[in-house]
């Protein structure tokens, strides 16, 4: 079983959600020859969305992504799900986290960046679907 | 700390050139839009009308901003030129221009957008000189060399 994500398709799809502006005037769901390979990726509508950091953020949020998950469909990384959560936002950069990707384990008791945990609390109903 | 309030240079996009043909006629008259999406979130957009010849032609697009003197700031263009044909948007050209400089690779694909409206919009692969991942676009254009179709 793949334990670890290969830093190329890392790098790929921590550059998704950067790519999905709701008001894009086209339409498309381009993937990377690498990542269509490995993952399927819901992208049709459009990223999901997160708050954090109070009324700023949720008003970029309507328009712009937030994060992605990909589920991957090989034999060596099946069932599992990545998040890629896009970085700072530039307007008010309010938490530090510029990139977080890896494989979902559910709670580990580890240390996370404050910022970040009440991001991703904001966007746990999205994943859950 | 003076960094933050220093302004850069930030290239959107280079100079585009193009030929749109419909069943290998020009079509004359066409508006083509460009959309630039940069970090900054706003939309800067603007278009132009093909001539007798279907050609058209956007000039370089850059602007100042300070963020690419902020910590954590990703500095990306989401770049597309694109068409509306019967109520669709066509793209000609699709694709994330990294970072802030010129990129030859993207110069070079962007002042030979030569398309037929009847060709199918695909998803192609073009070399990156700075990096091993390979940029892409999505586009209805087609070009000689360095265009892998996946």
């Given at each position: 079983?793949?334990?670890?994500?290969?830093?190329?398709?890392?790098?790929?799809?921590?550059?998704?959600?950067?790519?999905?502006i709701?008001s894009k005037p086209t339409?498309?769901?381009?993937?990377?020859?690498?990542?269509?390979?490995?993952?399927?990726?819901?992208?049709?509508?459009?990223?999901?969305?997160?708050?954090?950091?109070?009324?700023?953020?949720?008003?970029?949020?309507?328009?712009?992504?937030?994060?992605?998950?990909?589920?991957?469909?090989?034999?060596?990384?099946?069932?599992?799900?990545?998040?890629?959560?896009?970085?700072?936002?530039?307007?008010?950069?309010?938490?530090?986290?510029?990139?977080?990707?890896?494989?979902?384990?559910?709670?580990?008791?580890?240390?996370?960046?404050?910022?970040?945990?009440?991001?991703?609390?904001?966007?746990?109903?999205?994943?859950?679907? | 700390?003076?960094?933050?309030?220093?302004?850069?240079?930030v290239h959107l996009c280079p100079e585009v050139r193009g030929r749109i043909?419909?069943?290998?006629?020009?079509?004359?008259?066409l508006t083509v839009h460009r959309w630039l999406g940069y970090?900054?979130?706003v939309e800067r957009k603007d278009f132009t009308i093909t001539?007798?010849?279907?050609e058209f032609y956007f000039p370089e697009y850059n602007i100042?901003?300070?963020?690419?003197?902020?910590?954590?700031?990703?500095?990306l263009t989401v770049q597309v030129i694109y068409v509306c044909v019967?109520?669709?948007n066509l793209a000609l050209w699709d694709a994330v221009l990294?970072?802030?400089?010129p990129?030859?690779?993207f110069n070079?694909k962007l002042v030979s957008l030569?398309c037929?409206?009847?060709?199918?919009?695909?998803?192609?692969?073009?070399?990156?000189?700075?990096?091993?991942?390979?940029?892409?676009a999505t586009s209805i254009c087609?070009?000689?060399?360095?265009?892998?179709?996946?």
């Amino acid at each position: 079983m793949q334990k670890q994500l290969p830093p190329k398709i890392a790098a790929e799809l921590a550059a998704l959600p950067y790519q999905y502006i709701k008001s894009k005037p086209t339409k498309n769901s381009r993937l990377s020859p690498l990542l269509k390979k490995q993952f399927e990726i819901s992208l049709s509508e459009s990223a999901i969305k997160g708050t954090s950091g109070g009324l700023p953020f949720q008003l970029f949020n309507k328009t712009y992504g937030f994060a992605i998950t990909a589920r991957g469909k090989l034999e060596s990384n099946k069932d599992h799900h990545v998040i890629a959560i896009r970085g700072t936002k530039v307007m008010v950069p309010d938490w530090m986290t510029n990139l977080n990707i890896g494989f979902v384990s559910g709670p580990n008791n580890k240390d996370v960046h404050a910022g970040f945990m009440k991001a991703f609390n904001s966007l746990k109903p999205a994943f859950e679907k | 700390m003076l960094g933050l309030f220093k302004k850069y240079d930030v290239h959107l996009c280079p100079e585009v050139r193009g030929r749109i043909l419909d069943n290998s006629i020009p079509v004359k008259g066409l508006t083509v839009h460009r959309w630039l999406g940069y970090t900054d979130e706003v939309e800067r957009k603007d278009f132009t009308i093909t001539d007798d010849n279907g050609e058209f032609y956007f000039p370089e697009y850059n602007i100042r901003s300070k963020l690419p003197g902020r910590l954590f700031v990703e500095n990306l263009t989401v770049q597309v030129i694109y068409v509306c044909v019967d109520g669709e948007n066509l793209a000609l050209w699709d694709a994330v221009l990294e970072g802030i400089n010129p990129i030859e690779a993207f110069n070079k694909k962007l002042v030979s957008l030569n398309c037929d409206l009847t060709n199918e919009q695909v998803d192609f692969e073009f070399n990156n000189e700075s990096s091993q991942r390979k940029h892409n676009a999505t586009s209805i254009c087609r070009w000689s060399e360095d265009f892998t179709i996946y």
